[in-house]
Each structure stands twice: as C-alpha cells, then as structure tokens.
C-alpha cells in the first residue's frame, strides 16, 4: 500500500506535504460540517479533519475500522501536547474503508473497561492497547540489548531441546507422550540447566539463549507455567569475572530501554546478611524498616513467646516502624498480626512508644532495665511502633516479618516506585532440610558447586555447606541467579549422595550427563535471568501478563484458545493413552 508515513512521525516541519496514513480509527467526534477522527497504529495516533463533503461516505465508518487516508499535513489550531503529533493535523482529501469491524467488546485505548478474563479472551483486541504495545515492545527493546551485549563479548546463541528426559528440577515437569514409543514420555524443559553444561564440555565457552522454560506449577502474578529467561553460561572464570558480565548487561539494558545510568558495581549481600537485615533473600532496599536481632536483648524477659523460641534455639525479631504509633490502631495491628500468621507466626507482639515510656499487651512482662535496653537496641524514641515475632524456627521469624516490613513498605509508600535498586545476594546455603521428608535438597540445584572452603562439609555438617552461588535481585523480586557449577566428577557424586540419591538413582536419572563429566570437563559457571519479570518492573506494571503477549490465566487457562482441551479419542488410541474419567469438582 502507499502509506507515506506512519501515525506518530509527522510533524510541524511536514505541514505542507501531500501524505497517505493506514490505520484503525481509534476515535471519531461529528462536529457538524466537520468530522476529526483518530488514526492509531502501532507508532501513535494522528489527528485527521474531514469537511462536509464526506458526511455521507463518513457515516457508516465505525470505531476500529481500518482507513487509508490521502491529505495535507496542516497546522492545528489546537493543538493537543500530549501526543508527539498534537501539533498538526491531516486535511482529507480523500479515503477509502480496508476493512469493518464489529463493535468491540472492549475499549481500545490505556485505559479500558474490560476485566482481565475479558482482556485476554479478546487478547488481539488487547494488545491493540497503546499502553499493551509499549510494554510488548519494551520487552523487545530488553532482549535486543542483551542480544547486543552478548554478541559484543563473543558468546554463541545456541538452541537447546525443547523435548527431554524427565529430570528433577524442584517443579513438576510438562509430560509429552511419544507416538513412536508408547508407554515413554519426553519432558518439556524447566531450564536448559544440563544442556549448557554440556556445552561447555563440547568447548564452546561461552553460550547464551533466550530460552523458553515449562513448569507446572500454581501461578501467581509474576509466575507463569510457560516463561522466557536469559541463559547464559561460560567456562575459565571466576565468580566475580561472572558478576562483572552479568551487572554490566544490566547496565547496557538501562540505559537502552530506561536511560537510566546505574552506578557499578552492584552491592553485595551474602544470603545470611540479607536475612537478618530484612528477612528475605530478594529484599527491596529502597526503604529502611530493617529487622533487628533481640537474642541477647530479651533473653531474660519473662514473657513466654519469646522465652519458649529462646530455649528451643529459635530467634526473636523485631521492626521499629517510626513514628508511627499513633496511626496504627488495634485493628490495624490485628490485620498484622493476621498477615504473620499465614507464614506460621503463632502471632505479632507489639509495643506503642510515647513520652511517658511504652504501652502495649506485653509491656509488663519487661522491668525498668529491660525496656531500656530493647529500646536501646532498636534505636526507638516517642512516637514509633514496635513489632516483634519469635519462633523456634529462624525461618517462621525470618518469613513473616519480611511480609510484614515489604507490606508496610507499600500501604506507607515508603519508597519512590520509579527507583530501580538492583543488588547481588551471594553465598547461598548449599542445602535446605525438609521436616516431612528428613532429607537435604538443593538450594538452587544439584550441579551447583560448594564453595571451596566448604567442600569438606558435603558429608560432615552440610548444614553449614555454603554454595557459590548468587541471586540478581531488583526492588524485591528476584530477576535470576546463578553459580559456578561441579565440574570435577568426584564433587559431583559427592553432592548426590549428601542429598540422598543412591547410585541406582543417579544412573538413572543422570547417567547420561554425569557420563560428559569424565572427558575434560572445564570449569564452568552461568546464571539465568527471568525476561518476563524485568519487563514487567521496566514497565512498570503488576503481573507478568501484560508483559506476556498471550499469557495463560491464574487457572493455567488461556481464555482465548480455551487451551487445555480434551483430545479426540483417535490421537488418545494412537498415542496408546488412556484417560480416566474425570468430574470436575462441583464447588467450581
């Protein structure tokens, strides 16, 4: 078609040119003898004037019909400065209708009236959005700088598998039955984890790829089943050469998609500082409200919460919310106390400070010299509130008071939301001990390398095993992480069976990758960053949806496609599947 230009290009400078724009009418105003309509594209909108010459051609086009304008660029008498166009305007001289449309179950505009099951039911129409096509093109602005970057220092993009062995990577795996091997079953990949390694292996040093992953597992606004990260792994250097790589492809997407400036290097927290300071190892620093340790504080306080996780070896916490005493009535507290609960606090102590000393449920159980060291140690004067969990378990205390500080964070804005405070958080536990089952897990996985100090602590006290390992985290969320990886075979069998799998298991589940360990296998690290959720904080929105083109929903449903489906029983029998019969719960 001959469009001369596109819908957010012309200017003041082009008044006078003879143009042709395409694009669907976003808005139509009838004036009397004259009729504006809006005229968006993916690039913007342009305002064009028709006189009363076209009134009867004007008269069936519709909202998200699709025009081809022939006119005069003029200047606007009025013009509008919110758009880059506003200052000029198109005198028709004549159009004709590419396509109608049916009335929209929808507006298509920033702001809309539809629900979010509607948006993504009429997904097409949804991402017709202006404010949907910039966040779906900001993500396309991230992936091509980090392509840029990458390429600049010589790595390789190199595709993985989509179709694999069913291997343990802490989330269910997406099962795929084979036609050709009944009874088999390949498994979508949760990451590309054994694939690069092996890569490294074949030599290629250093490799990168925007990777789709699968998990099955429970969604929630910055998770979905099916995500994009950016895999990267390289072999001959050490933790800080890999920290250096990945915080400068940081600094290159800033400033590419944000103009942003971010000051290098990054702050480093170990995981242990990160959980005592804030109790979560992806805290957001752009606001205080630190947690403070009250072992030695309260450990002769005859008040039988703190005293009971005392001698159990537990922890007590507290925040000192200043200077916000009075704001926080009883039932405000309650609601605190309730947030606690959900991560297993057994319940929220407090105390209100005031001129004349503190006042709360638990203040009597402290004497004169007690209360001054605990006000001491949590640098609190008149008018601050005082918030206190204990628990035998360091995890309980550590979980629900990071729920409480990131939830006070928000409801008290206590950060600027347009700041983007990145961080590294590094030496990580090796393992992690599960009550229900009495057994170790892997932190990360089971390919990460113990620190070297820590090797000897594999079988002796795996508890205190540090891995070399690290989390990128931005205001909160964690972006990706990564680790040197085992590369000696000896480590690597060492590690398995600390975290209880008998040889049989591993020759049967990694046989064929613990095989490539035996020839020459060089030194090795990497990291992942989730593509999704940086786009989602870039743009600044709330969930990974919209920054997904056609995401699923929170019932892993796609409302669009009505995916999942049942199959016809003839793809069942040729797959040699059989289905159960299955009713659906009826308080659905």
């Not at 597992?217 to 979905?224: I, K, M, P, S, T």
Request: with cysteine; hydrophobic share 35%.
């Amino acid at each position: 078609m001959n469009r001369t230009h596109n819908n957010g290009e012309l200017r003041i400078e082009n008044v006078g040119q003879q143009v042709e724009l395409i694009g669907w009418v976003a808005k139509k105003r009838n004036l009397g003898a004259l009729v504006f309509i809006d005229l968006r594209d993916r690039y913007g909108i342009t305002q064009v004037i028709f006189d009363e010459s076209f009134e009867e051609r004007l008269k069936e086009v519709k909202n998200e019909y699709i025009l081809s304008v022939q006119g005069t660029v003029i200047e606007r008498a009025s013009k509008n400065p919110k758009i880059p166009t506003g200052d000029i305007e198109i005198q028709a001289s004549d159009f004709s209708i590419i396509n109608t449309a049916k009335l929209t179950p929808m507006i298509i505009g920033d702001e809309t009236d539809a629900l979010e099951e509607t948006r993504m039911q009429y997904r097409y129409l949804d991402l017709r959005r202006p404010v949907m096509q910039k966040n779906i093109m900001t993500r396309h602005q991230i992936t091509r700088s980090i392509r840029e970057y990458l390429d600049n220092l010589d790595f390789v993009d190199i595709e993985t598998p989509y179709l694999n062995r069913s291997t343990p990577e802490g989330a269910r795996d997406f099962l795929v039955p084979s036609r050709v091997h009944k009874g088999s079953f390949y498994a979508l990949p949760q990451s590309p984890q054994l694939f690069k390694q092996l890569l490294m292996v074949a030599g290629f040093e250093r490799y990168y790829q925007i990777a789709r992953c699968f998990r099955d597992e429970d969604l929630r606004a910055d998770r979905q089943i099916e995500f994009t990260q950016v895999d990267v792994e390289m072999s001959f250097m050490s933790t800080d050469q890999i920290l250096e790589i990945g915080e400068g492809m940081i600094k290159k997407l800033m400033k590419d998609v944000k103009g942003i400036d971010i000051e290098l290097p990054l702050r480093r927290f170990t995981w242990y500082e990160a959980m005592e300071r804030y109790g979560i190892d992806k805290p957001d620093t752009r606001f205080g409200l630190e947690l403070v340790n009250l072992n030695e504080t309260v450990k002769d306080v005859d008040f039988a919460v703190f005293k009971n996780a005392l001698e159990a070896g537990g922890h007590v916490k507290g925040i000192n919310v200043v200077g916000e005493a009075a704001n926080f009535s009883r039932k405000k507290i309650d609601q605190l106390t309730e947030l606690a609960k959900t991560y297993k606090a057994k319940g929220l102590a407090w105390l209100k400070v005031n001129d004349e000393g503190v006042q709360g449920p638990i203040a009597k159980f402290f004497n004169e010299e007690q209360l001054e060291k605990l006000l001491t140690a949590m640098n609190a004067h008149a008018g601050d509130l005082l918030l206190f969990v204990g628990d035998a378990k360091y995890e309980v205390v550590c979980d629900s008071l990071a729920a409480i500080r990131n939830y006070l964070g928000k409801e008290l804005k206590l950060y600027d939301p347009n700041t983007f405070d990145f961080l590294w958080v590094v030496d990580f536990p090796m393992f992690e001990y599960d009550d229900e089952t009495q057994r170790y897990y892997a932190k990360h996985h089971p390919f990460t390398k113990p620190k070297d100090e820590d090797l000897d602590k594999l079988e002796t006290d795996p508890e205190h095993c540090l891995a070399d390992a690290y989390d990128i985290v931005l205001n909160g969320y964690e972006l990706g992480g990564g680790s040197q990886r085992i590369y000696d075979q000896n480590v690597q069998e060492r590690a398995f069976k600390a975290l209880g799998f008998t040889q049989e298991q591993i020759d049967a589940q990694f046989g064929w990758f613990v095989e490539g360990l035996q020839y020459g296998t060089p030194p090795h690290g990497g990291f992942a960053l989730g593509l999704d959720r940086i786009a989602m904080l870039l743009c600044g929105c709330d969930s990974l949806r919209d920054v997904i083109a056609f995401p699923k929903n929170t019932s892993a449903t796609c409302p669009m496609s009505k995916a999942p489906t049942p199959v016809a029983d003839a793809q069942l029998e040729e797959l040699g599947i059989g289905v159960k019969e299955y009713e659906s719960d009826k308080s659905e």
